[in-house]
């Protein structure tokens, strides 16, 4: 069964530094989000994208982060100078419709996560 | 209270009976989904239901949703060890405009426990 990948699993990075995480979508979805997960906290949305641009995005979602599909199959999330709130657990997930008039062609699957940690 | 609230909190049942987990939302809705998650991992889509769907079943799973009390409630029969995670409810609503991107809000979560 297609799954959402991401990599890397763990990043360790400091304070200021720029941090990319990668997903890779399953392959004929075309819409594509961010959520984070800070430690003992809700799922929080980040951004939604789709053909080529952002559709939304949240609160958190400030100029420090951005988002491409720099190719066909990979969606990033570049953080340009984390913080220590930063920490969290990101994931990525896809949907093959943003909304659909039948079937559940908007389930959004998610990824395993890219556990990020700034010190 | 928040868009998509669980409850329980936790629920701590036997291998076997039969486990009910509530959500409460505010806002009207294109979908609503179920999600689980062991401990520190992923999320698993388990079921989506739309808004004009009051009941769907996936194996042990059942899903009801009332739109006139925004809520819904996922039911597990005859639930095993390997059930146990956290189930969380995820919200598609509708934006000030009428339409939807796919932005899904979260509740806390029910941390359900199956003792063998």
């Known amino acids: 069964e297609p799954e959402v990948t991401q990599t890397p699993s763990h990043q360790v990075t400091q304070m200021g530094q720029e941090v990319i995480l990668r997903c890779v979508p399953i392959?004929?979805?075309?819409?594509f989000y961010w959520y984070r997960q800070i430690l003992g906290q809700k799922v929080e949305f980040l951004v939604s994208?789709?053909?080529?641009?952002?559709?939304?995005k949240s609160e958190i979602f400030d100029d420090q982060f951005s988002v491409e599909r720099p190719d066909g199959s990979n969606f990033t999330l570049k953080i340009r100078s984390t913080k220590l709130e930063d920490s969290a657990m990101y994931f990525c997930?896809?949907?093959?419709?943003?909304?659909?008039?039948?079937?559940?062609?908007?389930?959004?699957?998610f990824g395993p996560g890219t556990r990020l940690t700034v010190l | 209270s928040q868009q998509g609230e669980e409850d329980p909190q936790a629920l701590s049942i036997q291998e076997g009976e039969n486990a009910t987990m509530n959500c409460s939302y505010k806002?009207?809705?294109?979908?609503l989904q179920w999600y689980r998650q062991n401990s520190g991992r992923g999320l698993v889509h388990l079921i989506l239901?739309?808004?004009?769907?009051r009941e769907k079943h996936s194996g042990r799973l059942r899903v009801t949703l009332d739109t006139s009390k925004k809520s819904s409630s996922l039911l597990i029969t005859a639930s095993r060890a390997a059930d146990t995670a956290s189930y969380f409810c995820?919200?598609?609503?509708?934006?000030?405009?009428?339409?939807?991107?796919?932005?899904?809000?979260f509740g806390q979560g029910t941390i359900l426990t199956v003792h063998p």
């Open positions: 239901i739309r808004s004009n769907e």
């Open positions: 806002t009207s809705i294109n979908n």
């Open positions: 994208f789709y053909n080529n641009e952002i559709s939304e």
């Open positions: 997930a896809s949907s093959e419709l943003g909304v659909t008039s039948g079937g559940d062609t908007d389930t959004q699957y």
């Open positions: 392959s004929n979805h075309l819409y």
């Open positions: 995820a919200t598609d609503a509708f934006n000030a405009g009428g339409t939807s991107y796919g932005k899904l809000t």
